[in-house]
């Protein structure tokens, strides 16, 4: 895997804290799928004075794999997405869920350490529309390493895209110790 950044910007909406961080274990891995006009709505906020987003054509965000999703019952990116563009409006890039796929099954980042998150989420992902010369903004909950979105950003510039950009509903540092 190459060690380049394919990303050309990202953004947050927050800074990880305690009160996101409960917020979404019980969004995530708790079924409380009621948190997602909340969180949205927060990550709209954040972003509602801004022209930042005006920069991209289309949001896409991080997709699951078909066995998580089955499991989890839902995609927190996408319905974040849903529900980030509902309070935007009309400055709201378009949104297209269905742009890049999850065709590997990988562990969960959050079990990897450094290392092994980088090279885990190799050839885990598939463009699948023409992306070609498309601005996108992968949206995703969390961003630690940025792996995720690295290894779906590679993916869309391989296909074409112009430019991929991020946006996450938090940030949370990377402790090197883990």
């Not at 991080?62 to 998580?68: E, F, M, Q, T």
């Not at 997405?81 to 378009?94: D, M, Q």
């Not at 961003?143 to 510039?157: D, E, H």
Request: aromatic share 8%; net charge positive.
């Amino acid at each position: 895997m190459e060690n380049e950044w394919d990303l050309a910007e990202s953004r947050s909406g927050f800074a990880y804290n305690e009160i996101i961080r409960h917020w979404i274990l019980q969004f995530k891995f708790f079924g409380q799928e009621h948190l997602s006009p909340l969180l949205g709505r927060l990550l709209a906020l954040s972003f509602q004075n801004s022209n930042w987003l005006e920069k991209y054509d289309t949001i896409v965000p991080i997709p699951l794999h078909p066995s998580r999703l089955r499991k989890r019952g839902f995609n927190q990116s996408l319905l974040l997405a849903h529900h980030l563009r509902k309070n935007l409006g009309k400055i709201s890039p378009n949104l297209h869920p269905h742009w890049l796929r999850r065709i590997r099954a990988t562990r969960p980042q959050t079990e990897l350490p450094l290392a092994e998150r980088k090279t885990n989420l190799e050839d885990a992902f598939s463009a699948l529309a023409n992306v070609r010369d498309k601005k996108i903004l992968l949206l995703d909950d969390v961003m630690t390493t940025g792996s995720t979105l690295n290894a779906a950003a590679r993916c869309l510039k391989e296909a074409g895209a112009a430019k991929v950009g991020a946006l996450v509903l938090c940030r949370k540092m990377w402790d090197s110790s883990n």
